[in-house]
């Protein structure tokens, strides 16, 4: 798991929020300078292709390259949706009262290793790696430097992310899916019939 982020941004606030709660608005003010940072522009990027997706989530192994825990690629977890509406809620916009907690818990994303608002390249497999939901969103367009994590080298497990039952279960799922939804796993099926 990353290493807690270091709390003096953290310390920063509290000094400053408790001045002003003490009634020492100079105090807080001076106390709340010490947050100032100098944040990069962010640069718009093109989303990450399903074909270019499944291949780096082979390449790590179906592991989130930071924690290590195992994650399930969002299609995945989406047909089982279809096939278990009730016992497996899904929300597109991943709304967290209307979407199982397997989604933030295991669902694979694609990070940039350097962010692109730093700098890194869109699609370079090499600036790539395999992220759980939870620590891709903890790392935003910060630099594994700047948190202070190191990236995991992949490693086999026997672990496939349940890619090898996508298929059949999509099966299952197509009839209770959309024309979107259709298309989306076709696209899916697709590019981890080629990353393999």
Partial sequence: MPTPPDEVYLDALSAAVSALAGGDSLAADQAAERLAVELSPVLGRRSI???LAAQVMRRDFFTCRYCGARIVPPPVL???SLVWP???PYNLN???AATHPIYVAHAGTIDHIQPHAHGGVDDSVDNLATACW??????SEFS???LGWELRRPTASGWDGLVGCYAALWQVAQPKGSLADIRYHNRWLRAFELAT
């Fill in 94 to 96: 991943w709304k967290t």
């Fill in 78 to 80: 989406r047909a089982a």
């Fill in 49 to 51: 292709s399903p074909t």
């Fill in 86 to 88: 009730r016992l497996l």
């Fill in 144 to 146: 594994l430097e700047r």
């Fill in 134 to 139: 939870a620590c891709n969103l903890q790392k």
